[in-house]
């Protein structure tokens, strides 16, 4: 049985771009040209719960954490652009119940 994630990819969409601004992924490719995508993103707190795994882990904690609108396919080192926030991609997961892609959730460091 197969669900039909086209509305609630929809409203993902919608809620993004209502509460949400600009965002900007440029991506320079291994012959030095860059791709851009524009999309939306609205910034994520980080929680006390990332901050603690990554200290005890001796990992890096994000500058910044968003969730991305899936116009966009962030790619690990790449640049995002939010309004006056820049970074480079730590880490970027998809959010999907199933095959569609509702959104990212993207780490980014400073840089």
């Known amino acids: 049985m197969s669900f039909a994630y086209g509305p609630l990819a929809a409203t993902a969409t919608r809620l993004l771009t209502q509460f949400g601004q600009t965002a900007t992924h440029v991506q320079t490719t291994s012959d030095g040209a ?51 926030v820049s970074g480079v991609i730590m880490d970027a997961d998809p959010i999907r ?12 460091r400073a840089g």
């Open 34 to 84: 860059t791709t851009s995508t524009a999309g939306v993103a609205v910034q994520l707190a980080i929680t006390e719960g990332e901050r603690s795994r990554a200290a005890i882990n001796g990992t890096p904690l994000p500058a910044s954490r968003w969730f991305v609108s899936a116009a966009i396919t962030p790619v690990k080192g790449a640049r995002l652009t939010v309004g006056s």
């Open 97 to 108: 119940p199933g095959a569609t892609v509702l959104a990212w959730s993207v780490a980014l």
